[in-house]
């Protein structure tokens, strides 16, 4: 294998390859590419525990690293994926939130590792780049009541309905 020029790693307590086989079930091209393996025992650790995982999350090379608990994930930290509609919209955030995830606003969730998730319909991003300040202002504004984010109140709000 190749060594990436780039890599986000991602750092979890001890759950990375459980995190890279749940991404890779979610998301397309997503997968786990590699598991490293202590070769002997080292402090908080016994040879054979995962190290390691070399995943791709939406084509994105990832390193998941079982760093042990001192550092948690945080939001200043997230994937953002954008979605098509509301049933891919759906999709993605309910397989993170009913995976033992958690909601928050304005179309952010995290997975149950504490990783943040941005799930954006490509139809809010489009609104907030519009050159018509009024589009954006109404999408934003819509956008700040929502957990999930709601393709046809946004689609309204663009339109002013």
């Excluded at 890599?7 to 086989?21: M, Q, R």
């Excluded at 979610?26 to 490293?36: K, N, T």
């Excluded at 997975?111 to 907030?128: F, H, K, N, Y």
């Excluded at 109404?138 to 009541?145: D, V």
Aim: net charge negative; glycine share 8%; charged share 25%.
């Amino acid at each position: 294998m190749t060594i990436r020029t780039n890599t986000i790693c991602l750092w979890f307590d001890k759950d990375a390859e459980a995190a890279a086989e749940f991404y890779a079930s979610v998301f397309p091209d997503s997968h786990v590419d590699a598991v490293r393996r202590a070769p002997a025992d080292f402090p908080g650790g016994k040879k054979g525990d995962v190290l390691t995982v070399d995943f791709t999350v939406c084509g994105i090379p990832c390193l998941g690293l079982n760093g042990g608990p001192e550092f948690p994930q945080t939001e200043a930290f997230s994937f953002q994926i954008a979605t098509e509609d509301q049933a891919e919209t759906d999709r993605y955030w309910d397989a993170i939130v009913g995976n033992g995830g958690q909601e928050s606003a304005c179309g952010w969730c995290k997975d149950r590792w504490g990783v943040s998730w941005q799930i954006t319909p490509r139809v809010l991003t489009e609104a907030m780049r519009s050159d018509d300040p009024g589009v954006s202002q109404r999408a934003f504004e819509a956008m700040l009541s929502m957990r999930k984010i709601d393709v046809d109140a946004i689609e309204r709000a663009v339109t002013g309905n």
